[in-house]
């Protein structure tokens, strides 16, 4: 059984670009949430997917976007990259109301 | 606004010496109290959920309880590859997302 999986595994853009990061659920889940997790601190909630619309956003700027498709996969789109961008970008799935998220491995993102 | 926090940041023990992580949450309508590991470099491993005040869960030598205001990750003769940080996160009536603590970072001595 496939557990939540996401690519790439490393990143390292320059100020200013865009990124776009890719996650896969766990299998039987619809449901994905996306957090940031800066060095040596929590992750923080960025928003959520479920029925490929967006159910719920953290304090996040505009530049944070996703999207979900139709197979429950997601992306998480940054634009106008900042250094402080710079962190492991968590994805984790869900089924429908459950409780528990199932983290994948993240990405990590260097702004340079 | 809800929060979340670990005490204490770091804490390193023995090989077989017992002790215990603290989570303090202010969650408005606790929802579910989470307990994950994490390897450096890696993401979240789940280990528990509690619901209500009095639950307790084990697995190995890890016990979780929870009371209205805190959950405490016990840790029994603790070995070398228990070493990893501890996050402890909260979910409210209003949502989905949780709310991290800061992590408490283990490390266990041969």
């Known amino acids: 059984d496939a557990g939540v999986t996401q690519s790439p595994t490393h990143l390292i853009k320059t100020r200013g670009q865009q990124v776009t990061l890719r996650c896969s659920p766990k299998?039987?889940?619809?449901?994905v949430s996306w957090y940031q997790q800066a060095l040596g601190q929590g992750p923080q909630f960025i928003f959520q997917?479920?029925?490929?619309?967006?159910?719920q956003r953290g304090n996040f700027p505009d530049r944070f976007s996703g999207h979900q498709f139709p197979n429950y996969s997601s992306e998480l789109n940054v634009n106008a990259l900042l250094l402080g961008d710079s962190a492991l970008y968590l994805c984790a799935s869900s089924s429908g109301q459950a409780e528990t998220q199932y983290f994948g491995p993240g990405t990590r993102l260097l702004v340079l | 606004e809800d929060q979340v926090t670990q005490s204490p940041e770091a804490l390193r023990l023995q090989e077989g010496e017992s002790s215990s992580l603290n989570c303090s949450y202010t969650v408005s309508g606790l929802r579910g109290l989470f307990w994950y590991r994490q390897d450096p470099g890696k993401g979240p491993e789940f280990l528990f959920t509690l619901y209500s005040a009095g639950e307790e869960k084990e697995k190995e030598r890890l016990k979780a309880t929870l009371t209205k205001k805190e959950s405490f990750l016990h840790i029994t003769a603790p070995k070398p590859e228990d070493s990893a940080t501890y996050l402890c996160?909260?979910?409210?009536?209003?949502?989905?997302?949780?709310?991290f603590g800061g992590g408490t970072r283990l490390m266990v001595k041969p």
């Open positions: 997917y479920y029925e490929e619309e967006e159910r």
């Open positions: 996160a909260g979910k409210n009536n209003a949502g989905n997302m949780l709310t």
């Open positions: 299998s039987g889940h619809d449901t």
